[in-house]
């Protein structure tokens, strides 16, 4: 209920102020492993003053986007995540009081305990890139689950590159 | 009789707290896999046991579990039913040429029968065909539903007398399986005799169960439950089902191992910042980090003495074995060849380790042999194999694998690697076995 008065708040004011120019800059993004999320069901802009609202997390395209994806037994954020984790980092500087949990996951090559390890690396990884642009380290929590929840169970590198993700989850929007 | 009051506590248990009933994680699709003929195998033959009361003879087929016993441990090869054809049941009966044709060197014969209060009396004797001589005789009294564990004693005194070491066929395993779909997952960390059978659940759970460890005395499993949202570890009483939370810190809590005295807790925690290795007294808690390295540090296993750990870290890049001794003096690289190895299990005099050895995308379960050179050999084909743990003996091995499915299944495996057998559900996952200790015969128990 709350998220759609929020909405609407959104709606409202796109429709009061017209055809508002947009500030927030949203880049195109790189093609990714996953398919895209499906579009918006609602035109959105930013309000006036170019902060993140709750109600973004649900329209903006880029804050729809809550899966960082990894080359094998690695934990650098590839490029191509870059926007991502900006505009994440983003969201939770202009709502100081929002929390994530990052949830390191692998793919299955290598051993549980090892892969509950680099899952941890990866999402540490995440949190730091998004303390670099000025989220508050409260704001995180981790938790690496390693291999133990694959999302994909073929032996094929298409199904591996999927399991190996940070999962940005909003315990707490604003 | 404690064994199977505790037994039958579990079973109660399990019902208790989930409300299904064990039948639904049967271990089932139990199948022997001989891999490869063994030449240099031992032939013994375990002819079925006579029956000798008027009652009908308990659905246990005693010589039979014997049978695959000696089978499954890559030591001996056994004449199969058609091929067994006399079958004495004492001694005065054994007629020895027809065995010498038969070229057997070792023959197991017995019966059974009712002696009241439901229970079965299983006599037992072991004759060198070439001697003709006895080499063992004995008798269990049992209720019919242990006759399993009465054949894998059994087994164990044979392979004893024969091997020259004990017998780890009356142990217990535990592992992890995992049913439901993605969305509706259900982990359940299960017990189970060494082949599979008499699974028991612990402990069930909708968030993962992972890397079960034995207390050296098989009272105790010490496993990872993430049911609070994050790894932490608990020390669960096998009997009781009683059970408390170990580490619950910030980060992963995780890989226990029991020091073989089963005062310490070896395991992994990242509260500081990087997964390293610590030791934890169980009795004050009192926790010393043993590993520095900012990098992954995980997987420690005791060395027999108790005096230094093995572990996994990828401090060189990728991961890798290394020893430490628990007095300081850094780390020692142990495994130097394939691209990466991990998840070590060290045999009972630490002559061996097993690892997880990595080249490109096949993982196989690899032995290095500590007093040839560091030799090391490949036990099981690949490509996904994980979780090598040794046997009490160190005559087996039990491994986790995925087959061709993407199903998870465990393999028991001879340390010839001649002879594999398969463990694996109808409808999930089996995965992170752990062999347990000797055990304690409940005739044997204060």
Redesign the interface.
């Known amino acids: 209920m709350k998220t759609f008065a929020r909405i609407s708040l959104a709606a409202l004011l796109c429709v009061g102020l017209a055809a508002c120019a947009s500030k927030q800059e949203v880049k195109p993004q790189a093609p990714e492993a996953t398919p895209p999320p499906p579009a918006a069901p609602v035109q959105t802009a930013p309000v006036s003053n170019g902060k993140f609202t709750p109600a973004d997390l649900e329209t903006n395209a880029c804050l729809l986007k809550r899966r960082i994806y990894f080359n094998f037994?690695r934990a650098n954020i590839k490029p191509e995540f870059d926007d991502i984790v900006a505009c994440h980092a983003k969201y939770l500087v202009d709502n100081p009081g929002a929390r994530v949990t990052l949830q390191g996951n692998t793919d299955?090559?290598?051993?549980?305990?090892?892969n509950?390890?680099?899952g941890?690396?990866r999402a540490n990884s995440v949190e730091q890139a998004m303390e670099a642009l000025g989220a508050n380290a409260d704001q995180f929590t981790?938790?690496?689950?390693g291999k133990?929840?694959p999302?994909c169970?073929?032996?094929t590198e298409a199904c591996w590159a999927k399991d190996r993700r940070v999962v940005i989850v909003y315990t707490k929007t604003e | 009789m404690k064994l199977r009051s505790c037994k039958f506590l579990l079973a109660v248990l399990a019902l208790a707290l989930c409300g299904l009933p064990a039948s639904r994680v049967l271990a089932q699709g139990l199948t022997l896999d001989i891999i490869n003929g063994v030449p240099s195998a031992i032939p013994i033959t375990v002819v079925p046991f006579a029956f000798e009361s008027a009652a009908s003879p308990p659905s246990t087929r005693v010589a039979a579990v014997i049978r695959d016993d000696m089978v499954r441990c890559g030591k001996f090869r056994t004449l199969s039913g058609p091929d067994i054809v006399e079958h004495p049941s004492h001694g005065s009966e054994i007629k020895f040429p027809t065995w010498k044709l038969l070229k057997q060197d070792y023959l197991v014969i017995g019966r059974e029968r009712d002696v009241g209060g439901g229970q079965v009396k299983v006599s037992f004797e072991l004759w060198n065909v070439n001697t003709q001589k006895q080499m063992l005789a004995g008798a269990y009294t049992a209720l019919p539903e242990d006759l399993r564990g009465v054949a894998h004693q059994i087994a164990d005194q044979i392979y004893q007398k024969i091997i020259g070491q004990p017998g780890a066929f009356y142990t217990r395993i535990a592992y992890v399986t995992t049913t439901g779909s993605?969305k509706d997952m259900q982990w359940s960390l299960i017990v189970a005799d060494s082949d599979g059978h008499n699974p028991q659940v612990v402990v069930r759970s909708r968030q993962?169960l992972?890397?079960p460890a034995w207390s050296p005395n098989g009272k105790e499993l010490a496993y990872v439950s993430?049911e609070s949202?994050?790894?932490a570890l608990y020390l669960q009483n096998l009997a009781t089902g009683q059970r408390r939370l170990i580490s619950g810190r910030k980060?992963?809590n995780?890989?226990p191992a029991f020091s073989p005295d089963g005062t310490k807790l070896a395991m992994?925690l990242?509260f500081g910042g990087s997964?390293e290795i610590y030791v934890m007294d169980l009795k004050s808690g009192q926790l010393t980090q043993i590993t520095h390295s900012l990098s992954?540090?995980?997987?420690p296993r005791w060395m027999p003495d108790g005096q230094s750990l093995v572990f996994?870290s990828?401090r060189s890049g990728?991961?890798q074995l290394y020893s430490e001794p628990l007095s300081g003096g850094g780390a020692t690289r142990l495994s130097f060849q394939g691209e990466?190895n991990?998840?070590s299990s060290i045999n009972y005099d630490g002559s061996q380790i097993a690892m997880?050895q990595?080249n490109g995308?096949v993982?196989r379960i690899a032995i290095m042999d500590r007093k040839l050179d560091n030799q090391m050999r490949f036990i099981s084909p690949g490509?996904?194999d994980?979780?090598p743990s040794y046997a009490p003996n160190g005559s087996m091995l039990l491994y986790a694998a995925?087959d061709n499915n993407?199903k998870g299944v465990l393999y028991e495996v001879a340390d010839n690697g001649s002879v594999r057998q398969r463990l694996a559900l109808v409808d999930g996952n089996v995965?992170?076995p752990s062999w347990g200790p000797y055990r304690v015969p409940p005739s044997a128990q204060p």
Request: with cysteine; hydrophobic share 25%.
């Open positions: 037994n299955p090559r290598g051993s549980r305990e090892y509950l390890g680099l941890e690396r981790v938790v690496s689950y133990e929840r999302v169970n073929e032996m | 993605r993962p992972l890397s993430f949202g994050d790894s980060g992963i995780a890989a992994c990242s997964p992954i540090n995980t997987e996994t990828d990728q991961p990466n991990s998840d997880v990595g995308n993982y490509p996904m994980g979780s995925t993407g995965q992170s």
